[in-house]
């Protein structure tokens, strides 16, 4: 019998627990385990380094955990795919799909979409691993595939612009090359890549998947054809998730469509009144009109998700510190609303081009909604906008050589006379409409900036307002 995912979440990976006479998940610390059969010991062993799932002992932590495995079963149930593999971290786990697809393989070319999360862009861009990488628009992915391609990736929703990829178009499109989808936004609730022909499955488990900030992990979910390699690298590198880490993840699951569900609920709510907020200039929500124009909301997801980008009228990192309740912090997916400042932040190390590329300006913030009432957020945001937006800068930048002698116009910084706009009426988005029909309204500040950030992002001389 097929079940709801939200009883799937409950149940993954817990089907013995009855049998077994507990109701807790079972957590092993073993490091090591005795075996006085040392033959069938060595041949467990052999089996793991070959990429095998289980073995007649597991010898050592390293190789096999049965609290981790635990996980690794239910989250493979949750996106609908053979088998699912855990690692220390997220990197760690898009490290080893690049290793594994890539590196074992010989095929050392990489095919990817931007943006991306700044780690993995980085990752790709220093040839670390001994890989090149093309960066294209999704529609030119058939285009850019080589004879030694080995990977195309693309993260949908991207981080941190909330830009969607039609993930079955580039499938399509990558032909026999596996595709991997960082599906850390979308998590499983929202979204299942390996269904729309995606090889690998990444998700930082850091995020939603523990859902409360206090555990570190990542898992590919894939065919059990490709999760023997991805095992092999594990067991090589040592990038291995801790048993607790491997515990929390799984007892994660059991909320995460009520949490992600909520979340998204007053992320729908605050999207609509950023839209029209006049210390915003743009909001980059899938659930608003004009995000989603391949309409991949309610075909490709579920819904729009809980993650917000928007870019300030005023200086983003002002508003990011007149905030009181909202955590000024990166990462995401936890039950606490988190805003951060990408271009300074997670995409600091993204080269010029790839933050152009990317939507990454000097004025977006990302933030992550969490499970607070939605009106106290709101009245967090709303008195942090408009206090930003009232600043801006007095007269234009001074050029260099009048900057030595007067560098006060460029720094000095005046409150605005035009009084703050009323707050827009309360709108409670129906959870079953992915897309809400609100007016897009024109912002004459929206490309206002101070000085101070925009030197901080672009490492050079401040923009004019």
Known sequence: ?????????????????????????????????????????????????????????????????????????????????????????????????????CVLTGKKHVVAVRPLYGGTDHLLSIGLLGLSVTWVDQDEVAGAIRPDTGLVVVETPGNPTLSLVDIATVAIQAGDVPLLVDNTFATPVLQNPARLGASYVVHSGTKYLGGHGDVLGGVVACAEQRAGALRQVRILTGAVLHPLGGYLLHRGLATLPLRVRAAQATAATLAVRLAVHRGVGKVHYPGLPGNDPRNLVGRQMRGPGAMIA?????????????????????????????????????????????????????????????????????????????????????????????????????????????????????????????????????HPGASALSATSAQAVLGGAPVPA
Do not use: C
Request: hydrophobic share 50%.
């Open 310 to 442: 928007f870019e300030t009228t005023g200086d983003a990192a002002a508003v990011v510190a007149a905030l009181r309740l909202i955590t000024p912090a990166v990462s995401l997916g936890s039950v606490d609303t988190l805003i951060e400042h990408p271009a300074l932040l997670t995409h600091r190390l993204v080269d010029a081009d790839g933050k152009e590329t990317g939507g990454i300006t000097p004025n977006l913030l990302r933030m992550s909604v969490g499970l607070e009432d939605p009106e106290d957020l709101w009245a967090d945001l709303d008195r942090a906008l408009t206090e930003a937006a009232r600043v801006t800068v007095a007269a234009p930048v001074p050029t260099p050589a009048a900057a030595a002698t007067d560098a006060g116009p460029a720094e000095r910084a005046v409150t605005a006379t035009e009084p703050a706009a009323a707050e827009p009426p309360a709108f409670a988005a129906p959870p079953t409409s992915p897309a809400f029909a609100v007016a897009e309204p024109a």
């Open 1 to 101: 019998m097929t079940y709801a995912v939200d009883t799937r979440a409950v149940h993954a990976g817990r089907e013995d627990l009855a049998e077994l006479g507990v109701h807790a998940l079972p957590l092993d610390f073993s490091t090591t385990y005795p075996m006085h059969d040392q033959v069938a010991a060595g041949a467990a062993l052999g089996a793991f380094a070959d990429g095998a799932a289980t073995a007649a002992t597991p010898v050592y932590q390293r190789l096999y955990n049965p609290t981790t495995a635990r996980f690794e079963q239910a989250l493979a149930e949750l996106e609908g795919t053979e088998a699912a593999v855990s690692f220390a971290s997220g990197m760690a786990a898009i490290t080893a799909v690049l290793q594994a697809a």
